[in-house]
């Protein structure tokens, strides 16, 4: 009997560490993630203000386009971990709308823009987000860190008595400099002491109470503007909804939302592997739309996500919608009632952070790579990298495809090949390899030695590929020649698709069981339009 109490106490007593143990790994799981969330929202609000001040509007309404879009993309976007909120891509697009037309017309774009990118979403145009090589993609790392570092040089000038901008000099420049390399550096150094607590946090936290407690002179979050303000409230936008009005906000909706959707779903896949985990492409999309049409009603100039922000959150061990949403509840927080502490923040904390922020996302193995893969992904990179620096990411990422597949193309083009040999019946038969699409129509056309081929020409494509309409055209033209010349022309190892599409050498394809199975990439009505007849 005690032997057996002894057995069950011992089970008992085990399941009951057990249950403390578990207990205690949630609430450090709930601690990390709320602390990621913390340091995320101190990022956010300069940030959000500067982009304000860059679009033109108050900079409440990046303060509440951070909020809203942050924390809807957090509960139900592709990627937990990833931070959404107001951004310098979109801002630069809608400083001249807002110019020109007032901030009422910005909010009824970023509904608009939100709507687009909701059909996005539902229609599954994430998944293109595959197409990007990923040459492209280290161009996009490296161009975002470059633009993430200069966006943080402009805290480096003061306005003087004329309301100009000039840059720090003397004892100002080297406080700022001494403050932003002590937040670099306990950033650095925190991680070899604790991981407990995020070491940007700790960075800010201790310069923060460092400048505050000894009144140094430095330049404070309150600097740029006040960040006080009340809940968002609903706003329908103020303007007359005339088929020209709509013509105006359309242009830039579309442009707003294809920069958003690409930034956001390069981002997601810069996050998913850095933690290991795939994001939903096409439920980002979705949700992306949802929260800047949201954000439009609530006075919010929209936003997609922020690399910047989503390093910080996974550095400091954000992984799931906790964090992100701590994030979205904390800058809340701040506008309604932490405005006095958030703003005797000195930039120089937040600037120190995002200068790791820079050195983290910056891809510094694409310089040691760079002698070791082909020159045209170098070409691609480079590409990537300026024209997001110099202009936007939209633009540079399309660059970046396009170049990717001309070289691709090109590429293609120079394989294929031809091989001839004589049969047993004394005919030329010819071996075509290599895919035979519009890139290669040329080359596969001077494979052909027409006038001095036997009468009967045996063309065998067991080891090509019928691509798309050229390389069916390029088919038809061949057997022309031959016919002109009153020479036979079969082709061997077609597929069924090719079989129905060649309509003036259809009559010349030999049918094999070994004839592969593929489809042409063209449409067919257009297939029937071009070669005429019946298919």
Known sequence: MQKTFGKLSKKFLNNKIGFSKIKISSLFFLKTEVLAGLTVSLALVPEAVSFSFVAGVHPLVGLYAAFIVGIITSLIGGRPGMISGATGALAVVMVSLVVQYGVEYLFATVILMGVFQIIAGLLKLGKFIRLVPYPVMLGFVNGLAIVIFLSQLSQFQIIDSNDARQWMEGRALFIMLTLVASTMVIIWLTPKITKSIPAPLVGIFIVAMFVILFDIDAPRVGDLASIKGGLPTFHIPIMNFTLDNFLIILPYSLILATIGLIESLLTLNLVGDMTGKVGGASRECFAQGLANTVTGFFGGMGGCAMIGQSMI???????????????????????????????????????????????????????????????????????????????????????????????????????????????????????????????????????????????????????????????????????????????????RHLSADCHRLLSKAGQLIVNSDEDPHYGVAVDYGVKAGVFGGDH
């Not at 090949?417 to 519009?438: Q, S, W």
């Not at 596969?444 to 001095?452: P, T």
């Open 313 to 491: 959150n996974v550095k400091s061990g954000g992984r799931t919608r906790i964090s992100g949403i701590s994030a979205s509840l904390f800058l809340l927080l701040f506008i309604l009632v932490g405005s006095t502490m958030i703003e005797r923040i000195p930039l120089a904390a937040l600037v120190g952070v995002m200068f790791m922020v820079v050195i983290g996302t910056f891809a510094w193995q694409s310089i040691a790579i760079i002698r070791r893969i082909p020159r045209a992904d170098v070409i691609v990179m480079i590409i990537v990298t300026v024209v997001t620096v110099m202009h936007d990411l939209a633009v540079a990422v399309i660059c970046g495809v396009i170049v990717s597949a001309l070289s691709y193309a090109w590429n293609n083009a120079t394989r294929i090949r031809g091989r001839t040999e004589v049969n047993k019946d004394g005919n030329n038969i010819y071996y075509i390899e290599g895919p035979l699409f519009f890139g290669s129509t040329q080359g596969f056309a001077d494979i052909f030695n027409i006038n001095d081929d036997t009468d009967i020409v045996i063309i065998d494509f067991i080891n090509s590929r019928i691509v798309d309409q050229s390389a069916l055209q390029a088919i038809e033209d061949l057997a022309l020649k031959y016919k002109k010349r009153k020479k036979i022309l079969q082709l």
